[in-house]
């Protein structure tokens, strides 16, 4: 096997995100309250109606995380700018999902479509992770992580719609505006 730049990065991403879930495991199950030391509970957490929503998910360290939450049973919603990458990030994380895992279900991956530059359009995509989780009225499954990784650098100065800079708006603004519409819906059952 040849060790690409690429294929290096591609493994330090890997690894960073299995870090941070890990992360989020030990402490949510450090909340639960039971018996059993952080690490064994980490690892019998169920992911039975766990949904996560991952921006910017259609390459990079979004992709690499959406693959990984997948492959341990999570609903995944990728988001991303354009409908044709996003239909590609859904077959990689399938594929590896499936090379990956035991499992003989395929894995259930979501997605919504959203430039995030604008306010507007951050509230629609709270709206639209708010309606995955909601099936005739009543909540179906808990939004239990929220990825906010969407980001731009732009090496010139543009101004959005609502007349905020472009990489302002994408990085600063928008996790805020998401996280704020999406809080009920990540502290529901707390």
């Not at 299995?18 to 059993?36: A, R």
Request: charged share 15%; aromatic share 6%.
């Amino acid at each position: 096997m040849v060790w690409t730049r690429s294929r290096i990065q591609h493994q330090i991403q890997a690894l960073l995100v299995l870090i941070l879930l890990s992360s989020f495991e030990i402490m949510f199950s450090n909340s639960n309250n039971n018996s059993k030391p952080a690490a064994a509970s980490a690892m019998s957490i169920t992911t039975t109606a766990k949904t996560a929503l991952v921006t910017g998910s259609t390459d990079g360290i979004g992709l690499t995380t959406a693959k990984h939450l997948a492959a341990k049973g999570y609903t995944v919603i990728l988001h991303g700018r354009d409908a044709s990458r996003i239909e590609r990030a859904k077959t990689i994380v399938q594929t590896f999902v499936a090379s990956t895992t035991r499992t003989t279900a395929p894995p259930r991956i979501l997605s919504v479509q959203a430039d995030i530059s604008t306010v507007e359009n951050c509230r629609t995509l709270a709206k639209q992770v708010r309606a995955f989780l909601t099936v005739d009225g009543c909540n179906s499954s808990r939004l239990y992580l929220l990825v906010n990784n969407a980001g731009v650098f732009e090496e010139t100065h543009q101004l959005t719609d609502d007349g905020l800079e472009t990489t302002f708006a994408v990085n600063v603004m928008a996790p805020f505006v998401i996280t704020s519409h999406l809080l009920p819906q990540l502290l529901m059952h707390q």
